[in-house]
């Protein structure tokens, strides 16, 4: 039988056979690509940052069908006083306004998609959430009139996923945030790094962000357990901020990462129709380790077929993530695949944290 084929453009990039014992994997300083001298503008530079009077940008609803964060940020605005935000001062954002009165996850282009430097920087595209993304950059980014130095983007989720981080790259100050809240909440981190077929997230333009991510829980549905998760998630990354610009912040020995190897469609036939469905024993079963020869998929009559690893990953276990994520399949993702991995956590990350977090401080404090 062939194996699963990974979605992934460059899986010479980050399918590296046997990779190093866990413990000693040595993350590096980033792997964001150099963004075209065009587009320097749209990325975020240590040189236009303020001093201090920093602020830091909440976003809900950056996809309008979902709307719990939105919903949380609401009342937010209304009794600011019964949120724990250790005096940091705030930026209460709904990401994508015109989606979300659709009641639609975007109306042109999925807007967490949309922050890439060169398209930024193209004048000619014009659509809805490029236009929205120019707009929270000039007004809430690291430049911007009211600059903001971290940005969390809240999200949900119909995968079973919890209460979860999503990681964008190796950048010291964001491992070293989400390092922090791991250890004070437990939660899985998803390392997203190296799929040029995903590119342009929201966080990634600001020097510090990471996306909240919670389920699961249907679009376009309230539920008060997802409301909650996402508002003891922001409180507790709000609270290491203020930790870390005080100088209190002191990070775990290790952080449990479950790195991006690459994602997996459906089969599918001639048409693009799905010839078989995600396999029930595999449903709602994020973070759970999958063996070859597992179940995964189950055609129309019934049968089971094995997962078969791709290219560069036999004979491993791999741990599932976004298992048949509602909004993934026009993008053919049936569910992603990470390495679970262990890694210390160098002290360089929480000085990163703490040099930015201090220009969080009152100007002039
Ligand atoms: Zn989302």
Known sequence: ???????????????????????????????????????????????????????????????????????????????????????????????????????????????????????????????????????????HGPSGCEPCLVALDLHSTTAAMGNSLVVYGRRPADLALAAAVQAQLGLPVYLHEADARETGYLVERWP??????????????????IVTQTRIAVETV???????????????????????????????????????????????????????????FVDAEGRSQPYVPPAGLEGRTVWPVFVNEAAYGEKGIALSLTARELWECPSLWGEALARLAVRLLPAGS
Do not use: K
């Not at 009077?53 to 006083?81: C, S």
């Not at 510090?208 to 357990?225: D, K, T």
């Not at 005080?246 to 010839?275: C, T």
């Open 1 to 139: 039988m062939p194996s699963h084929s990974l979605s992934n453009p460059d899986p010479g990039s980050d399918l590296r056979p046997g990779p190093a014992p866990a413990a000693s994997v040595a993350p590096v300083a980033s792997v964001a690509p150099a963004a075209p001298a065009a587009a320097a503008e749209w990325a975020a530079g240590p040189a236009a940052e303020p001093a201090g009077g920093g602020r830091v940008l909440v976003v809900a609803g950056t996809h309008g069908n979902e709307i719990n964060a939105p919903w949380l940020l609401d009342h937010w605005r209304r009794q600011p006083e019964r949120w724990q935000c250790g005096g940091l001062a705030l930026e209460l954002v709904i990401g994508n306004p015109a989606a979300r009165a659709a009641g639609r996850r975007y109306l042109d282009r999925d807007l967490n998609r949309s922050f890439d430097p060169a398209r930024l920087a193209a004048a000619a595209d014009r659509c809805v959430e490029v236009e929205r993304a120019r707009q929270l950059l000039a007004r």
């Open 208 to 225: 510090c962000g990471l996306v909240i991510e919670v389920g699961p829980v249907p679009q376009s549905l309230l539920q008060p357990a």
């Open 238 to 296: 709000l609270l290491c901020l203020t930790a870390a610009a005080s100088g209190r912040l002191r990070l775990p020995p290790r952080l449990v990462v479950h790195r991006h190897l690459g994602s997996l469609d459906l089969p599918r036939q001639g048409d693009g129709s799905a010839a078989a469905l995600l396999h029930p024993q595999r449903q709602g079963r994020d973070w759970q380790p999958l063996q070859p020869g597992q179940p995964l």
